[in-house]
């Protein structure tokens, strides 16, 4: 079945320490990958996103998420993370082929800063 | 400014009754979307449209139902018959091409007592 994982439901990192956020999902073809957050009881807002090209994309913020194909992963990271970081963090995927238009997400990552 | 505007934010109801959410986007998108969020199941595709007057299930569908009777509107109406609605209801709206991102509007909160 087509899903997004994402393996991690709770972290919590230190103030100034590098994060990394997983992310793998299962489609045959090269989906089209996105990395969303959000800030309680609001929207989501869009990080990141790869479509082709470069493998290793930049977002907002100071993210940058790389995609691999042999791993079917598309892992977010940051190298020093801000108390204001603290959110949660979705991947989300559309599926490659012709006829799709759905966006398919995974079940979030809670992001928590330690002082 | 352009944008996806979700009303109201809180919203609450007595069991048995319908309710509708309201989702207006001023981005001149083809396709939206819904999605309801609980904690800890992420988001979940409720209805989704690519075109005006016309609209797809998604994988919860279930006593919900939507209309698109206008390219900027697409409004969610609760049914009655869905056994659990209380939870974040979350609106998005992108282009038709496949690469491209979604934009979301804030939220409603539905609550029923």
């Known amino acids: 079945a087509q899903s997004v994982t994402q393996p991690d439901i709770h972290i919590t990192v230190s103030e100034g320490a590098s994060l990394e956020l997983r992310c793998n999902y299962s489609y045959g073809a090269t989906p089209y990958l996105f990395w969303y957050v959000q800030s309680p009881g609001q929207g989501l807002q869009l990080l990141l996103k790869?479509?082709?090209?470069?493998?290793l994309v930049q977002g907002i913020k100071g993210f940058e998420a790389e995609f691999k194909r042999s791993q079917s992963s598309f892992n977010l990271r940051k190298p020093s993370v801000h108390w204001s970081d603290a959110a949660e963090y979705f991947c989300?995927?559309?599926?490659?082929?012709?006829?799709?238009?759905?966006?398919?997400f995974g079940s979030g990552t809670r992001l928590s800063i330690r002082p | 400014d352009g944008g996806i505007t979700q009303s109201p934010k809180y919203l609450f109801r007595k069991e048995g009754q319908n309710v509708t959410l309201s989702c207006e986007q001023n981005?001149?998108?083809?396709?939206m979307y819904w999605y309801r969020q609980d904690p800890g199941q992420g988001l979940r595709l409720i209805y989704y449209s690519q075109i005006v007057n016309d609209f797809q299930k998604g994988d919860i569908a279930e006593g919900y139902s939507v209309s698109r009777e206008k390219k900027e509107s697409f409004p969610l109406t609760v049914t009655s018959a869905q056994k659990n609605p209380t939870a974040f209801y979350l609106c998005?709206?992108?282009?038709?091409?496949?690469?491209?991102?979604?934009?979301f509007g804030q939220g409603t909160r539905l609550t029923v007592v």
């Open positions: 998005a709206s992108r282009t038709k091409a496949r690469n491209t991102e979604a934009f």
């Open positions: 989300a995927v559309v599926p490659g082929y012709s006829s799709a238009s759905k966006i398919i």
């Open positions: 790869y479509f082709s090209g470069d493998t």
């Open positions: 981005l001149n998108h083809d396709a």
